[in-house]
């Protein structure tokens, strides 16, 4: 029986050099494999593999500056990639072409952020009256348990 003909499932991987096996399963493998026997290894490698396995040469830049840096070997990251094919596509764009619209959107984002800093304001006011409550509540109580301290015998004792 040949494994690596077409009705193999594995057939549209690309096949190790050991045998018809797609290197993803022996990846997945190793990585199952390292987390049950040395878990700090198998998660550095997988967050190596997230990364999309950088060279050493950037994970020691990494570890000495704290962020990575493209340099002219492929300009940018895959995602800084995408995000300015994306904002090239006009995803990020904040007009959408038709001026009365956009005039239209802009009056209603600024009312609604007039209304926002409204009810922040009386939010505040409202916990800062809420404050002045707990602050009376407490005077009148300490208030009357001086008075009931009083009635009942005297202030403190020092005994020297």
Known sequence: MNTTSASSPWSGARACHGGPFPRRSLEIGAIVIGFIYWWPAALAYVAWKIAGYPALGQ???FAQTGSWKFGSAGGT??????FEAAKDRGVYRSGTGNSAFDEYRKAELERLEARRRALQEESRAFAQFVEELKRAKDREQFDAYMAKKRSEGGGPTIDA
């Open 59 to 61: 994970m020691r830049e």
């Open 77 to 82: 990251s895959r995602f800084a990639k995408a």
